[in-house]
């Protein structure tokens, strides 16, 4: 008897242990009950690893309380009285992932799976969810109630920044959302219809790898520029002060289980770097792969986050990464109106859309990320309507596209979309690869290559290293390799964070400016003529070569330059002095 007793205590331990040793994950965080209420914000939260124990809400550093549910909780919040902020959980001794709230209210709903339809082109389209743009002599809730009342909706969501309100049609097909959406686009107060086409989990296609993948960083001197900008800033006799930046990264959840992020978990404040982020199910989310050319802790996975190395020297980096809920494109802007409210001075976009029927370079059809010339139009209205709010309000923020991965071009405004928007708070990025001669000095346009597979023209501003090691790790400790442009894009927004670091007085066309005046070449000399499949970015200037007519790189399209680009970035500074 006595024996058993002893067995079941044992086990009892070992059972207390494994929980004790359960991971505790944020997963979910969205506005729920009524989007429209201005007083009060509900925010539903979902959890993996909660026991039966009690559980603290942390909001920033105050403790919330909060109704829970299994494991689901729900939090009321004052607006004006509570702010934006990180939200982590505490239960038993342990702490999760914090993910970013926020309380600038533009939230918009997903459509649930018996709420998609196929359209003719056969693309997965939201059926009764869709968003109107209301003219901003309007008052856009007061107008967007009338249209409900008055075509038997109802609205359910909105971006109230930008005067875009989400409406939930009573049609069953169609044939009469289609039929619904003519007339609402032909009220008086309406500038324009956005419907969604998107599956839940899409995200922009990967490009296989290939063996030169390794060092594909080398090409853009990322080891020389932290070295750099560590030994600059720290400078004896001349330091640098530098500032904190916050980032946002429009998309879904990064792994925190994995090695790249782990650190990452329980509480985070400035000086040291933070992630936010809704923690992913599994490696191989498109976030965590983002997230980590930015954050991932060095050797831990195999990776090496730029920002992460320059800990202990720079007064820090928020990184958020959030696309507000899974409602496709009109959430990503939904999200980011959110984040620049919230004092994100970069936006890193690594997503992009064709219509249908954009031809590659070669003549083919573009078959990645394409959607129907309805939805295009709809989308291009609301991002025109983002960049100009985002002109008038917040002059100073910056967003960095990726090209996209089609090889087409990225700047015609009929087929890509956001890169052929030309603002000057919009930089485009392109994808490169290695060449086949690695013996050549890194400055060499030969260098490196365009890769195939990226979005090319003149409209690209700069390109970067494609491919990048993935947060799951192989049999050797490194993850597996993804490429695209998406992947490109953070290695510019890392690069446009530590030079806002260092000198937060620059705007976005001098930061522009100063990544094309710094850029290494890559690819023919192309004489200004109309392009062809070779070329990359805009070609470099006289201008951006001390109006050297005869400089070797005039002609050639650019090639990110890490390290430069932070020392033109101190020059500045001390020029402003």
Not at 30 to 49: M, N, P, Y
Not at 61 to 87: F, I, M, N, Q, Y
Not at 513 to 528: H, N, V
Request: with cysteine; hydrophobic share 40%.
């Amino acid at each position: 008897m006595e024996r058993r007793w002893l067995l079941f205590l044992l086990l009892c331990g070992l059972a207390s242990g494994v929980r004790a040793e359960t991971p505790l994950r944020l997963e979910r965080l969205e506005r729920c009950r009524d989007l429209l209420d201005t007083q009060h914000q509900v925010f539903c939260l979902k959890a993996s690893g909660l026991s039966s124990g009690p559980v603290q809400v942390w909001l920033g550093g105050a403790a919330k309380s909060s109704e829970r549910e299994g494991d689901h909780l729900r939090l009321t919040l004052e607006t004006g009285k509570d702010a934006s902020g990180p939200v982590r959980l505490e239960e038993g001794g342990r702490s999760s992932n914090s993910v970013w709230l926020s309380m600038a209210g533009n939230h918009v709903l997903a459509a649930k799976p018996n709420e998609l339809a196929t359209n003719a082109e056969g693309l997965s389209t939201y059926l009764n969810l869709v968003s109107v743009i209301i003219e901003e002599r309007y008052d856009g809730l007061d107008q967007a109630r009338q249209l409900a009342q008055k075509y038997g909706a109802s609205v359910v969501g909105g971006i109230p920044a930008l005067n875009t309100w989400q409406l939930r049609l009573p049609v069953k097909n169609l044939i009469e959302r289609d039929a619904l959406l003519l007339r609402l686009g032909h009220e008086l107060s309406v500038d324009a219809v956005v419907i969604e086409e998107t599956e839940a989990e899409e995200g922009e296609r990967e490009v296989p790898a290939d063996d030169r993948s390794h060092d594909e960083w080398a090409a853009n001197r990322f080891a020389d520029a932290v070295n750099y900008y560590r030994r600059r800033v720290a400078a004896r006799g001349a330091p640098v002060e530098p500032s904190a930046v916050r980032i946002g990264v429009i998309e879904r959840n990064v792994d925190f289980d994995s090695a790249d992020f782990a650190e990452y978990v329980g509480p985070c404040a400035l000086p040291r770097t933070c992630l936010y982020a809704r923690d992913a199910q599994g490696p191989a989310a498109h976030g965590s792969t983002v997230a980590a050319v930015l954050l991932a802790h060095w050797q831990k996975g195999g990776n090496t986050g730029f920002l992460r190395g320059l800990d202990g020297v720079s007064k820090g980096f928020e990184v958020i990464v959030d696309r507000d809920s899974d409602a496709g494109i009109t959430a990503n802007v939904a999200a980011s109106v959110n984040l620049v409210e919230d004092g994100a001075r970069i936006l890193n976009w690594s997503w992009g859309l064709h219509r249908v029927g954009t031809q590659t370079v070669q003549g083919a059809e573009a078959d990645t990320q394409v959607r129907s010339g309805i939805a295009m139009a709809g989308y291009e209205e609301l991002l025109e309507e983002f960049f100009r709010w985002l002109k008038a309000k917040h002059p100073d923020v910056v967003v960095i596209n990726s090209a996209g991965n089609a090889a087409a071009a990225a700047g015609q405004d009929e087929y890509r979309l956001p890169s052929s928007f030309v603002t000057d708070q919009l930089l485009v990025v392109g994808g490169h690869q290695r060449g086949e001669q690695p013996e050549l000095p890194v400055d060499s346009p030969d260098y490196a290559v365009r890769r195939e597979s990226s979005n090319l023209d003149r409209r690209v501003d700069i390109s970067a290293a494609a491919c990048t090691h993935g947060a799951d790790p192989g049999a050797e400790g490194e993850g597996s390799v993804h490429c695209g442009t998406s992947f490109a894009t953070p290695m510019v927004a890392g690069t446009v964070a530590a030079m806002l670091s260092i000198n937060p007085h620059l705007t976005p066309r001098q930061l522009r400016t100063l990544l094309r005046r710094s850029a290494m070449p890559i690819g023919a000399e192309d004489d200004f003529e109309p392009m062809d499949g070779e070329d990359l970015t805009a070609p470099i200037l006289p201008s951006e070569r001390n109006f050297d007519l005869n400089h070797p790189d005039v002609g050639r399209s650019a090639r990110l330059d890490m390290q430069k680009a932070l020392e033109l970035t101190v020059q500045s500074r001390d020029r402003r002095r």
